[in-house]
């Protein structure tokens, strides 16, 4: 596993530096450029010195199991994830370590989903592809919508299944946290928060005061290649969801650190 560091954290524990990009959209999401296959995803993260990435199709997963084929070997960590739209047209970064936990998670989706069709000339292809990025077959169904799973329901239910929910890009003007609710609901219990690219980590709790008290992860949200940002440090043992929330605790010696990233791409989704 390729990593910046590696420093002590308790007696046999070794810690590595993980340069992170959490929020990457392969061809199955319609907003996403037709570049956004498997290796050439594998091969830009790795250019750009990240260790860990999350594949996050809008309400889909189905090429999530092609990126992390496409990586085996290579040095890359891929977590299993999606962008879940929730009933409030909330956008959550959902993310598992198992494909297995994933499908699971999956199934309530498609079950809560409503049975739209895709208007390719408006919203854009849906490709399912292999780990070559070769076609394997069009997403009928449109993955732009609303589920009728609740922010409440997806955060509570996403860790029953062992993993972590995260709203996404919560300072965007739609789809976002702080777009339609305004601030964080009493009670809902994130282990983090999704800041844009376009949000200085610096200025952001005075910007909007609703994020203090709440670590932040800012992410790319990356449709294209040149979206990459890689702006997440995280200390971890391993690139495991359970490490990812000590890093987002600060518990046990893991830590997450936001670096400054120069001339960010301004990009609204």
């Not at 199991?65 to 879940?84: F, K, M, P, R, W």
């Not at 849906?126 to 589920?147: C, I, N, W, Y």
Request: proline share 5%; aromatic share 4%; with cysteine.
């Amino acid at each position: 596993m390729s990593a910046e560091g590696a420093t002590g954290a308790g007696e046999g524990t070794i810690l590595k530096t993980y340069v992170a990009e959490l929020h990457v959209h392969s061809v199955l999401s319609p907003c996403a450029e037709i570049e956004m296959i498997p290796p050439l995803i594998v091969r830009e993260a790795l250019e750009r010195g990240i260790d860990l990435i999350a594949v996050t199709d809008h309400n889909a997963s189905a090429n999530v199991g092609a990126v992390v084929e496409a990586a085996s070997g290579t040095g890359l960590s891929v977590l299993a994830g999606i962008e879940l739209e929730t009933s409030e047209a909330i956008h959550v970064v959902c993310l598992f370590d198992e494909l297995e936990a994933l499908e699971a998670w999956q199934r309530v989706v498609d079950a809560r989903s409503p049975d739209l069709e895709n208007d390719i000339d408006y919203y854009g292809e849906q490709f399912v592809v292999d780990a070559t990025g070769d076609f394997v077959r069009r997403e009928p169904r449109l993955l732009l919508a609303s589920t009728g799973i609740s922010l409440k329901e997806a955060v509570e239910d996403v860790a029953k299944l062992g993993g972590i929910a995260i709203p996404a890009h919560v300072d965007a003007p739609k789809y976002s946290l702080l777009g339609a609710l305004g601030s964080v609901p009493d009670g809902l219990k994130v282990e983090a928060l999704e800041i844009s690219r376009n949000l200085d980590p610096s200025t952001a709790a005075e910007r909007y005061p609703q994020l203090r008290g709440y670590p932040l992860l800012q992410n790319g949200e990356v449709h294209r290649l040149s979206e990459f940002l890689g702006a997440n440090r995280l200390e971890l043992a391993a690139p495991t969801v359970a490490e990812l929330r000590l890093a987002l605790r600060g518990e046990a010696g893991r830590s997450l650190a936001l670096r400054r990233v120069a001339e960010p791409h301004l990009t609204e989704r």
